[in-house]
């Protein structure tokens, strides 16, 4: 059994604390100590089912500490996983949260591994590394949904170790040994490998998000059924039955901020689909604003602004991005959204009463379908045609 201390609690790191609670001793630190609080009295501190579930059914071994440990000495790994928020003053990820974990580890004058599972620019550990040369500082990309995190940890799709190294070998057992599927494929790379792989992952997938809704915008353009394009395009195996799923636009924790990176990291080399990706995604919230506004409602109902059910994020969700538009039309925008708890949000009406909110509103928007509004189809407009993610 290892000792390993955990460095942030968001959907990353929580999973991760759950994970690794089964076999290992697991001590979890977050400046937001409510969250470690929580997660040790078992409730989590995200949205997450499988969480949930582990934290109610299964016996494991998680601390808490409400203050830095000092006594680094006393854990054989430390896995950070605290925010990295992409900052567009500097044009790239914000890894302070990382750096004072680091130095922290400096201070204590300990040697445990370093997992960083924080998503980072390419070329940020062999930069990082040579600052901190007393320990070994290895970069896991995690490739977790939000809302699923431990779900996707216990069935993942690949592990992806950037480092060849014994404790690297090691760190992947570990999560092999807490998942339940035994023979993931496991890919040992260079750091800069590992970290590239994580972005143009995301990228990828922000990429088939803003195909799907440019074909939709096609469609809604020219009067045609989207849902028959979208069933006959990707009934060809090459292309595949997922993701497919129009909306108004990606959104969330990952994709915004590491599409954004990844271009960065593409200064002084030829590119053109990264650039019209992010191009492409405003652009669609701009034409849904647009659509919204031909049907001249006069009070818009914003259904939720979380990027999806089960989830518990509204930053940068697309819905956001449409709710400006609408409002910059002069039309009066009212939201339901459970998570706020404030009277207002972006100087509209926040409501608490669902019913209420339906009868307000004459326009009601909704990213995604949900039975909540089964009631008021005639009111709803949404670009969700499969009722999926």
């Known amino acids: 059994m290892l000792k390993i201390l955990v460095i942030g609690l968001g959907y990353v790191g929580t999973a991760n604390a759950v994970l690794l609670s089964q076999k290992n001793e697991v001590t979890c630190f977050d400046i937001d100590t409510s969250k470690s609080n929580n997660l040790v009295n078992g409730i989590s501190p995200i949205e997450d089912k499988e969480v949930s579930e582990y934290l109610l059914s299964k016996k494991l071994n998680l601390k808490t500490v409400n203050d830095y440990p000092t006594e680094i000495d006393k854990f054989d790994i430390v896995l950070i996983a605290t925010p990295t928020n992409y900052d567009i003053e500097t044009n790239k990820f914000d890894t302070s949260s990382i750096e004072q974990s680091l130095e922290n580890i400096q201070k204590s004058n300990s ?14 550990i062999k930069k990082i590394q040579k600052k901190y040369p007393n320990f070994e500082i290895i970069f896991v990309p995690e490739f977790l949904r939000e809302g699923r995190a431990l779900k ?11 480092s060849h190294s014994k404790k690297a070998k090691e760190f992947a057992k570990l999560l092999i040994d807490a998942s339940l599927d035994k023979n993931v494929q496991t890919i040992y790379t260079n750091s800069t490998e590992a970290e590239s792989s994580k972005l143009f992952s995301n990228a990828y997938l922000a990429m088939r998000v803003t195909f799907f809704n440019e074909l939709d915008t096609f469609a809604m353009s020219r009067g045609l059924n989207t849902n028959e394009i979208v069933k006959s395009v990707s009934l060809d195996p090459r292309i595949g039955d997922f993701y497919n799923n129009p909306s108004f636009g990606y959104g969330g924790y990952c994709l915004p901020k590491d599409t954004k990176q990844l271009l960065a990291n593409f200064d002084k080399v030829p590119q053109k689909i990264m650039e019209a990706i992010i191009e492409s995604n405003v652009m669609r919230k701009d034409f849904i604003g ?9 009070t818009v109902g914003v259904y939720k602004l979380v990027m999806k059910e089960g989830s518990d994020n509204i930053r940068e969700s697309s819905m956001q991005g449409i709710m400006k538009r609408v409002k910059a039309k002069g039309i009066k925008v009212i939201v339901y959204e459970p998570l706020i708890k ?18 307000e509103a004459d326009l009601i928007l909704c990213n995604r379908s949900h039975p909540d509004l089964k009631d008021v189809q005639d009111k709803i407009f949404t670009r969700d045609l499969f009722n999926q993610d």
Request: aromatic share 10%.
């Open 342 to 359: 404030e009277k207002q949000f972006f100087n509209s009406e926040v409501y608490q009463d669902l019913e209420l909110f339906k009868k």
């Open 152 to 162: 996707d940890s216990l069935h993942p799709s690949r592990i992806v170790i950037g």
């Open 290 to 298: 647009l659509e919204i506004a031909k049907l001249k409602p006069k």
């Open 111 to 124: 040697n445990p591994t370093v997992i960083i599972r924080s998503t980072i620019p390419v070329g940020y």
